[in-house]
């Protein structure tokens, strides 16, 4: 996985070299300093701090990706990830597709362990592609969600390059079928072990029950080939929340439109996210970790439940969505009239003043 792009500002004074990285500054702050220190070769437990970073917490093994695990000196995957992030030191600073009043605590670490400008000016909407497959998912969602009440829907997709396990597909579809009133769109790909870009066969990967619910009869939900106008579904009145690998893209795209998190993170900084977005933030429930972990429907389906239901840390959750929607709003606004501007306009303006500056 890649983190930061390389760019350089050229102009009639000289050249301006950044770097910019769509994670957020958190979860690339965890995976820079694994990758630098490789922390959980040093211990025997499962559980492990980050010297470095004390305000990350611990984190355990099941929060590493496998490459993370297998790391050594000989690998050149470790490597080419060393000498990578080793690079951000020659830079003129890091641009973040984040917003700082979420992200303080990565964006600090940056600041204090490069001596860089640090730069958050996120959101930013990125331009959507859409496959000749896909064409006709924006009007099939909608139309169905028109349907639904509000806050009744759970939207499901684990982002554009990942998938689980059959087994954990099996469980996720029994607890979605058990989930009392709770309709969902689930953007599928084929589970693990198979070609991600092939057909989805239902019948072979999900159960019957789970089949009878999302016919014509029941209309409990509906299942997306691949690809899912993802920014319109979070921004419909019907969607109460979203069940996601935490890809910071989708996080910002869920908290953006004030809709809470189910976390179920795959790969990379995901697991990070995950935490921040659970344990500082306050907008996430953690399902499971990985693609491979062990699930349970019973699981699965006390979490759908709990983050829509209408109990007591459901409510907080929700409540605590709406708020963070708020902050990253006010964080692009740039009102003359007012006399106000946003933590992320002003963060561009420091970056292009930077950048201009440069002889």
């Not at 000989?74 to 990578?84: A, I």
């Not at 991600?196 to 016919?215: D, G, H, T, V």
Request: proline fraction near 4%; aromatic fraction near 12%.
């Amino acid at each position: 996985m890649f983190f930061g792009w390389s760019a350089n500002v050229a102009h009639e004074f000289g050249l301006f070299h950044v770097i910019f990285s769509g994670a957020s500054g958190f979860g690339l702050a965890c995976y820079y300093y694994l990758w630098l220190n490789l922390p959980h070769k040093k211990t025997r437990n499962f559980a492990f701090t980050m010297p470095d970073f004390p305000e990350a917490g611990n984190l355990d093994v099941s929060q590493l990706s496998q490459s993370l695990l297998a790391a050594d000196s000989t690998d050149p995957y470790t490597n080419f990830n060393r000498e990578n992030f080793l690079n951000f030191l020659n830079s003129d600073g890091i641009l973040f597709n984040t917003v700082e009043e979420l992200d303080k605590l990565g964006l600090t670490y940056f600041r204090r362990k490069l001596s860089l400008p640090v730069w958050a000016i996120g959101p930013i909407l990125w331009p959507v592609t859409v496959s000749d497959k896909g064409k006709d998912a924006p009007e099939k969602c909608i139309k169905w969600l028109d349907q639904k009440e509000a806050k009744s829907v759970l939207y499901i997709s684990f982002g554009s390059q990942s998938t689980i396990s059959e087994s954990q597909m099996m469980e996720l579809a029994k607890a979605l079928v058990d989930a009392s009133g709770i309709n969902f769109i689930w953007v599928v790909r084929p589970p693990l072990g198979f070609d991600i870009n092939m057909e989805f066969r239902a019948e072979e990967w999900l159960p019957e029950r789970f089949l009878q619910c999302i016919s014509e009869d029941q209309n409990k939900g509906i299942l997306v080939s691949k690809w899912a106008p993802q920014v319109e579904i979070l921004a419909h009145k019907s969607v109460g929340a979203f069940l996601t690998h935490c890809g910071w893209n989708s996080v910002l795209e869920s908290l953006g439109n004030g809709v809470p998190l189910l976390g179920w993170p795959i790969s990379g900084e995901q697991f990070y996210n995950a935490n921040i977005l659970e344990q500082d933030l306050g907008v996430c429930v953690e399902v499971t970790r990985g693609g491979n972990s062990e699930v349970k429907y019973e699981d699965v389906l006390e979490k759908i439940e709990l983050i829509m239901g209408e109990n007591d840390k459901g409510k907080e959750i929700r409540r605590q969505a709406c708020e963070i929607k708020e902050i990253i709003g006010n964080a692009t606004i740039d009102d003359e009239e007012a006399d106000f501007r946003g933590s992320s306009v002003k963060a561009m303006e420091e970056f292009l003043n930077a950048a201009f500056s440069t002889k």
